[in-house]
Antibody, heavy 126, light 110 residues
């Protein structure tokens, strides 16, 4: 059974840092792209960052330069290092597994986030 | 970045059929996926690859697409279908793992 479990959330002051972790089980972790998605209180889902199987990383404009995604395949773990935190970063952070398909030119393309963790709450407040 | 547009709220009578739509230029090129999220729960994938339904998802859920619009259709709506629904796709203006979500549609079952 595929399982994802986030940890590391909590209350942090603006400008400080926090590191989220996501522990995976039930699948070959190193063979999948992984993503972080967040949800501010009462708001919709917002994609934050992703990392490919080769370690290539991508970020939303709202976190680029402040957040760093990484993975440790041997430990089946995904991380999100968050720095210079702002009140707008407050929310529930989910890790999710990515699924891809091959397009007509045989390129791998993002298809879906097929498994999600239960999320971890990050609160940025003085 | 690309944008995906959803109606903020839709309602359906119990037992009736409802269609939730998602519009965006990226949908002309890339696959869309749909997620159901109930209060205080993590999102759940209900449709992937525009029309594919994951194992365990009711066959009352189906996907379709035309041009820049993708639709999630729920037939025979039940009270348990009341939830927020989000579409998602690759952001066509950025790297291949750069993803974008629609704003979400709150479905009310009357």
């Amino acid at each position: 059974e595929v399982q994802l479990a986030e940890s590391g959330g909590g209350l942090v002051q603006p400008g400080r840092s926090l590191r989220l972790s996501c522990s995976a089980s039930g699948f070959t972790f190193g063979s999948y792209d992984m993503h972080w998605v967040r949800q501010s209180p009462g708001k919709g889902l917002e994609w934050v960052s992703s990392i490919g199987t080769a370690g290539d990383s991508y970020y939303s404009d709202s976190v680029k330069g402040r957040f760093t995604i990484s993975r440790e395949n041997a430990k089946k773990s995904l991380f999100l290092q968050m720095s210079s935190l702002r009140a707008g970063d407050t929310g529930v952070y989910y890790c999710a597994r990515g699924r891809y398909y091959f397009d007509s030119d045989d390129y791998a393309q993002f298809e879906a986030l097929d498994y999600w963790g239960q999320g971890v709450l990050v609160t940025v407040s003085p | 970045s690309s944008e995906l547009t959803q109606d903020p709220a839709v309602s359906v009578a119990l037992g009736q059929t409802v269609r939730i739509t998602c519009q965006g230029d990226s949908l002309r090129i890339y696959h869309v996926s749909w997620y159901q999220q109930k209060p205080r729960q993590a999102p759940v994938l209900v449709i992937s690859g525009k029309t594919n339904r994951p194992s365990g998802i009711s066959d009352r859920f189906s996907g379709s697409y035309s041009g820049n619009t993708s639709s999630l259709t729920i037939t025979g709506a039940r009270a348990e279908d009341e939830a927020d629904y989000y579409c998602c796709s690759r952001d066509s203006s950025a790297g291949h793992l750069h993803v974008v979500f629609g704003g979400g549609t709150k479905l009310t079952v009357l």
